[in-house]
């Protein structure tokens, strides 16, 4: 059965997550809801790279899914994006190999984090940014990025709600850049524990305004402790970036 | 009384529109709830420079009220602010003369007019610009720009519902810029009749795709007839930027 790959984008605001909750507005539900009509009322399942909170927005989530339909990528394209609320949309269609896994192939992720640097509210951007207000030393926040760089267990960086047994994860990249009045984060890692970009960037923001020292995340690490960590920044600040696959394993099926 | 004078934004997305009417979320019911609050239970009446359709939003929309409380300007702007939904923000607040007034004093406005260019739906604009695929002709947008300026009747260019008798306007500016994937109409002038804005937009589209000579603008002019012109373009792309009073008019009372 041909299996189904797609790059999607979308809103976070008006979702309660990405993962089907009954009587919600999900992600997932709206992708479910648009297959179910394409395929003539028989539900199709659809796997994520990962879940995404409420308000947390994509860039680049990845999904799969498994169909009888014999619909060229292009078509599917079409037609996902004509059946799929304003606030999906479908940037690419791939036809996958049948053991594809958008998310247990994943060997990488990258996040960002919108800061509106302002110090006044902006309607237009209350979704989309978190708005911060205070100066930032950028020098302290870089030191900490460099001891938060590598492969580290992330228990400190995760919420105490986190079941998984093993939080060991190795972030590759962390930087920032300003552009239009924002200061964007990014985070390139071969996996996130539950929460753990939001609360990276609340400890990083602690270390920029000079509430916490910027040599004092190995320490932090360390303890594995969450409550020593900073505050989990808001979610509508955060965009799931893009997913990361080894060559070998997106190479389509003919 | 002392006259309090506003310039506020807001993301017109959740609004039906600025004016007050029963049963609906407008910017004024939502202004006139905070002062309400504010002043103890006892309403006030809040005056705009012109009313925002459902959808459009506003960068410098202009209100003034009258008020029996003595309070600063400075502490109005943070009392309201702390008052407002997330989707008004008030700008600048200022004591004004106890004749001004937002609308009658009004010499002049800016609205600009928000085209995404690209082929896909964005979900992140889906509400705050116009998403256009076609190529434009600058060069013929232009030209019919020219004829459009200075003073004419636009009855042609106001929606058939308008009740104003005197159609006759001064278009003082309208020029177009690229920016950030975007293509940006401005337009300044005394006075904007009803959808004016959105179907010289629309009247503009069909000249840069072709669809309508650049050179027909004053005939359509001197036609005044609404059905002539180009469709109504979409009030998502629209802000009400900036409106104008004569430095004497502003002037403060201390």
New interface residues.
Partial sequence: MPRIKCTI???GTGFSGYQVQPGKRTVQGELEKALEKMNKGTSIRVSASGRTDAGV?ARGQVIHFDTTLEIEPARWHIAL?SLLP????V?SVDLAKPDFHARFDAVGKEYRYFLLLSK?????Q?N?AYQFQYELDHDAMRKASKQLLGTHDFTSFCSAKTEVEDRVRTLKEIDFYEE?GFLVFRFVGDGFLYNMVRILVGTLLEVGTGRRAADSMLQLLANQDRTLAGKTAPGHGLYLWKVFYDEEVLAIRK
């Fill in positions: 984008s979308y809103d927005h994006n304003d606030d999906i949309f940037l006044h509210r902006d309607p237009f209350r989309y239009n």
